[in-house]
């Protein structure tokens, strides 16, 4: 019953949101080239999937942010353990990745210009330095404000070395690092998207900036609410079924 | 489903008119030495701490005494309780025995060997559980044996004959923070003896607990005590519960934390909390401890860190 009148609100308050949108395109207070109609939108939409460009689009930054994702979550894993790991680096590096991590990831795009030239790997290490920090804080934070007891019990019941690392520590840990990875994913989603519109590439953020180049309103609006359902796709329904299901293991929320 | 665990013969205690069992009256121990204990000289205590100390950095550089110069054995078998102030280092004590911390001088030996490490021989309750929420009961029960290396089929029979001990059979699959207070901790007692510990090392286990449920788990230790045959190292501040539970009682003093007096306690079992016997017995330890709490309110007007 609740989950209907969830999702009778939601249909209400598009339905709206589309109606204006519609009504002001209608009432031409503004060009159509500057402000399309939903219509169009919907059209770009259908051809940008009919000639694949989108497809093609969506499959090259898929790559890249799952490429670049991954390196980030193993660079930051062995990071924020190692920092972990030693009060020295604790206490001077986790300053060091709080500070570095105001930095918006697309200003490490001229420094790896430089480095790596117009290449994958420029794009790739924006993705990685966008996300990398927030999982190693996260992989850190893990590790340090866990509850002491669980380390406690597990070495008494006769967990040590690696075992002790994967059967407790590693899943004492979670809740932190799932965060941590959420974060990790929009920070490396926004990089990604950022870094393909300032450089020349395939992907969704190159299309973004198509449509601009060809004064196509309607296309970049496209582009933009594909950018928005991929990450809604990822975060809320990957990320949020994993948090909820963590949830619930661990009694954070009442079972639903 | 409600669980029966009250043994009968308490009931009728319980119903009975306030008496003191013949040969139940408490026979204070004027004495108290090792040698006036059951432990035999020439038996290798199950437990001995040599001569513990430890000291502790505090917040602000200076050392602090925790426990001075140690000196308890615990026979094979013996149910120990040790009662002190808060602050004394009771806790601390039993971290020692299960081989988490390292004492500053001294040696816990455990069967004559010297404890440097955490061992499945010796199990510690933790006052607060520290149960995984991670695992399902069972996968709790089962972890201890999973460490050592049992096969898989060994480990669910005991997982079944552990829950069941503790009548938590039908929670198996339940996530701890499904259960109440006293099944938690009877989780932690399933999850301590599925690894079959020679020796159980319990820090306040029924301190959060409401008296009924209390009473019924201090029944149920009794017995499997009494079943299993191992020795238990049983800390509380608790006067009366230590009387029900123990062989012996060691007083320990307010930091740092020394044995004042040992009281040996040869009660009959069963025993039960409001037993007039176990009261007269709690009255004498008590005085002793009053001396040692009062010192320890002070400590605290006086702004030192408990």
Redesign the interface.
């Known amino acids: 019953m609740k989950g209907i009148r969830k999702i009778g609100m939601h249909v209400i308050f598009y339905a709206v949101l589309l109606g204006i949108w519609a009504l002001l395109a209608k009432l031409k207070v503004w060009p159509s080239y500057v402000f399309p109609a939903p219509l169009s939108v919907l059209q770009s939409l259908r051809d940008g999937f009919a000639d694949h460009s989108f497809w093609i689009g969506i499959g090259v930054s898929m790559k890249r942010i799952i490429f670049g994702y991954a390196l980030a979550i193993l660079l930051g894993m062995v990071l924020g353990l190692g920092v972990a790991s030693n009060k020295f680096l604790e206490e001077t590096m986790g300053g060091l990745l709080v500070s570095l991590q105001s930095l918006p990831s697309i200003c490490w795009l001229p420094l790896a210009v430089l480095w790596f030239g117009l290449t994958e790997k420029a794009i790739l290490f924006v993705v990685v330095m966008g996300s990398l920090l927030s999982i190693t804080i996260a992989m850190e934070a893990g590790r340090t404000q866990m509850p002491k007891i669980y380390r406690m019990a597990g070495r008494n019941l006769g967990a040590d070395g690696v075992k002790l690392f994967w059967y407790v520590l590693l899943p004492a840990s979670l809740p932190f690092i799932l965060s941590g990875l959420k974060q990790g994913w929009a920070f490396a989603w926004r990089s990604l998207i950022s870094g393909e519109m300032i450089f020349v590439s395939l992907g969704l953020g190159q299309l973004l900036m198509t449509g601009r180049d060809l004064n196509d309103m309607s296309l970049v609006i496209a582009v933009m609410i594909l950018i928005v359902a991929i990450g809604f796709i990822v975060d809320g329904l990957i990320f949020r079924t994993l948090e909820r299901r963590l949830q619930h293991k661990w009694g954070l929320t009442p079972a639903t | 489903m409600t669980v029966n665990f009250t043994n009968p013969s308490l009931l009728e205690d319980r119903k009975a008119p306030l008496r003191i069992r013949a040969g139940s009256h408490w026979k204070p121990d004027s004495a108290p030495t090792v040698a006036a204990l059951r432990a035999d000289a020439s038996d290798i205590p199950k437990v001995w701490l040599k001569g513990i100390s430890l000291e502790y950095k505090t917040g602000n550089g200076s050392r602090l005494l925790a426990l001075d110069d140690i000196n308890l054995k615990v026979a094979r078998g013996e149910f120990l309780c040790i009662v002190g102030p808060s602050g004394c280092g009771k806790s601390t004590l039993l971290?020692l025995v299960?081989g988490?911390h390292q004492p500053s001088s001294g040696t816990v030996l455990a069967d004559d060997r010297p404890v440097d490490?955490?061992?499945?021989d010796r199990?510690?309750i933790?006052q607060?559980l520290?149960?995984?929420?991670?695992?399902k009961v069972g996968e709790n029960v089962e972890?201890?044996m999973?460490?050592?290396g049992l096969a898989k089929s060994e480990r669910s029979e005991r997982v079944q004959h552990y829950l069941r001990l503790v009548h938590l059979s039908k929670f198996k699959d339940s996530?701890?923070?499904?259960l109440s207070g006293g099944m938690r901790q009877r989780v932690a007692l399933a999850?301590a003896l599925a690894?079959e510990p020679e020796v159980l090392l319990m820090d306040e286990p029924f301190a959060a607990l409401d008296a009924q449920t209390r009473d019924l788990l201090h029944d149920e230790l009794e017995r499997i005590w009494a079943e299993t045959g191992c020795t238990i190292i049983f800390v509380t501040h608790n006067v009366r519960e230590a009387v029900r539970l123990g062989d012996r009682v060691a007083l320990l003093t307010f930091r740092p934390g020394r044995v004042k007096r040992e009281y040996a306690v040869d009660l009959p079992r069963p025993r039960h909390l409001e037993d007039p016997s176990v009261a007269i017995a709690a009255r004498e330890i008590l005085d002793d401890l009053r001396e040692e709490i009062n010192k320890s309110i002070a400590a605290e007007y006086e702004g030192v860190p408990v």
């Open positions: 971290h299960a988490l490490r955490p061992g499945t199990i510690l933790f607060e520290g149960l995984f929420p991670w695992l972890f201890g999973k460490m050592k996530y701890t923070h499904q999850r690894t």
